[in-house]
């Protein structure tokens, strides 16, 4: 069978541009699957839920979260990014992702009502986002801050047991909110290989 002009342009063109050649994949050596052609690493979903907390209460994971709550990212999005992750690295297949997706959602959103950090389900949906002057931030993060302790135990409250099991609620209030989000880190020492010894 002759191959088209039109053929060959492409396979080029997808070359040029880094793209595989389609059915490459099928040609990968069966000894060296991708992650998520594998058996999954979870299968039963309470387990799979615990893993998404455990990711998620990383405190670096928190603050940015928190963040990106803040920046207007929408939970819904939050979520799939999270649960995606997940599936390319073998940890569940699309199946159960799709069941870990509310109670993911819900985490995220135990997380923002404890940070006091306004949210919303999908991201361009809010429309009072304003511009405001870097110390006014400073103050209203302050003061959400502070008054995590008294949110903690009404947050949880909110949750449905059928939805997110008692025992990770009790663990969402256990996670510690960094004090500032805003806290200036140390400069780390690079560790780059390009850098010239001395």
Do not use: C
């Not at 959400?144 to 008692?166: A, H, M, R, Y």
């Amino acid at each position: 069978m002759a191959i088209s002009e039109k053929g060959i342009k492409f396979l080029n063109d997808s070359l040029d541009r880094g793209r595989p050649i389609p059915g490459q994949s099928l040609t990968n050596s069966p000894e060296q699957p991708y992650n998520w052609e594998s058996p999954p690493e979870f299968t039963n979903p309470r387990e799979g839920m615990l893993h998404v907390f455990e990711a998620l209460t990383v405190p670096e994971t928190v603050e940015n979260v928190i963040y990106s709550l803040g920046d207007g990212i929408g939970v819904i999005d939050l979520a799939s990014i999270t649960l995606y992750a997940g599936f390319l690295e073998g940890k569940w297949n699309p199946d159960l992702m799709t069941l870990l997706m509310e109670p993911t959602m819900y985490i995220i959103i135990a997380l923002a009502e404890k940070a006091e950090i306004p949210y919303t389900l999908e991201t361009g949906e809010r429309s009072d986002i304003k511009e405001m002057s870097p110390e006014k931030e400073i103050q209203n993060l302050q003061s959400g801050i502070n008054e995590l302790d008294k949110l903690k135990k009404q947050t949880v409250s909110k949750v449905s047991d059928q939805v997110l099991p008692s025992d990770i609620r009790e663990m969402v209030e256990e996670v510690e909110i960094p004090e500032s989000l805003l806290q200036k880190k140390e400069p780390q020492e690079s560790q780059s290989l390009l850098d010239k010894g001395e």
